[in-house]
Nanobody, 128 residues
Framework: VQLQASGGGLARPGESLRLSCTAS????????IGWFRQAPGKERYWLSS????????YYSNSVRGRFSISRDSAKNTVYLQMNNLEPGDTAIYFC??????????????????????WGQGTLVTVSS
């Protein structure tokens, strides 16, 4: 069971990046997948989640309207499309899976503790 995050890099303010989270050992459509980020010296912060079985998509207020989460079941991958990037978006981005189905049972998507499988992170730097 593994998650592989990719797609990070250097972007200028206003540009876009798309992050990918590819799973192995399980099927992404059956579990909630969340995206978090962690800036230097700060706690891990929830950005967005896509629920299991197409039950919904959720966003933090700070990224709603700029970021979009989606899932490609054929590729067993979840994406985070990030538009109109800002310097404050600079961080390491992590994807995580809730294989214990905690989010399915309690509907809480924003807590890192709800997720039991994490990818290694991909660095996003937004700078002019």
């Amino acid at each position: 069971v593994q998650l592989q995050a990719s797609g990070g890099g250097l972007a200028r303010p206003g540009e876009s990046l798309r992050l990918s989270c590819t799973a192995s050992g399980f099927t992404v459509k059956d579990y909630a997948i969340g995206w978090f980020r962690q800036a230097p010296g700060k706690e891990r912060y929830w950005l967005s989640s896509i629920a299991a079985r197409s039950l919904g998509e959720y966003y933090s207020n700070s990224v709603r309207g700029r970021f979009s989460i989606s899932r490609d079941s054929a590729k067993n991958t979840v994406y985070l499309q990030m538009n109109n990037l800002e310097p404050g978006d600079t961080a390491i981005y992590f994807c995580a899976a809730d294989l214990s189905l905690l989010t399915y049972s309690n509907g809480i998507y924003y807590q890192p503790e709800q997720y039991d499988t994490w990818g290694q992170g991909t660095l996003v730097t937004v700078s002019s």
